[in-house]
């Protein structure tokens, strides 16, 4: 089982349309392994706990994984490939329940590779950005589905 990182930014805030740079007030990160989901609901992928004063916050979220057309039934106990249409694996990140921006994103997906029946991962890594409001601990939440019920999704490894 391999890992997989998630990294968290808290640093100050930046005014809108302007350039700047400078330490970012406190980097925390996070690994793990393979999850699988035929879901169209979104499965919690980790939730950690930071403590974070109150301003801006970045979430990054990286890993390696695909997503396959399946037809929801199983034979043998195995779900049926497809390959017909396409699938893909939706991200979003959560910050003390409230879904962070921009939103659910399709992380990664099976372009160029719906026909493929062998799982061909491919790495990714998006941001996500949002607010404290309260300083204190921060509950940080990383979900995935499906875009399509019963397609299949897979996390080989990740970080945040």
Do not use: C
């Not at 999850?35 to 919690?44: N, W």
């Not at 929801?72 to 249409?85: A, C, E, I």
């Not at 979003?92 to 160029?112: E, T």
Request: no cysteine.
């Amino acid at each position: 089982m391999g890992a997989v990182a998630l990294t968290v930014s808290v640093g100050v805030g930046v005014a809108a349309a302007t350039t700047s740079g400078g330490p970012a007030g406190s980097v925390d990160f996070f690994t793990g392994g393979r999850v699988d989901t035929p879901s169209g609901s979104f499965v919690t992928l980790t939730t950690q706990t930071i403590t974070a004063g109150p301003g801006p916050i970045v979430v990054r979220f990286s890993g390696e994984g695909y997503a396959q057309d399946l037809n929801g039934q199983t034979v043998n106990g195995q779900p049926v490939f497809l390959g017909r249409s396409y699938a893909a694996m939706r991200v979003r990140v959560l910050l003390n329940g409230a879904q962070m921006s921009p939103g659910r994103v399709n992380f990664i997906d099976n372009s160029g590779k719906i026909g493929v029946r062998s799982p061909r991962p491919t790495a990714g890594s998006f941001e996500w950005a949002g607010t404290v409001a309260t300083g204190g601990n921060q509950e940080i939440t990383v979900q995935f589905r499906n875009l399509h019920v019963y397609d299949g999704a897979t996390v080989l490894r990740w970080s945040s």
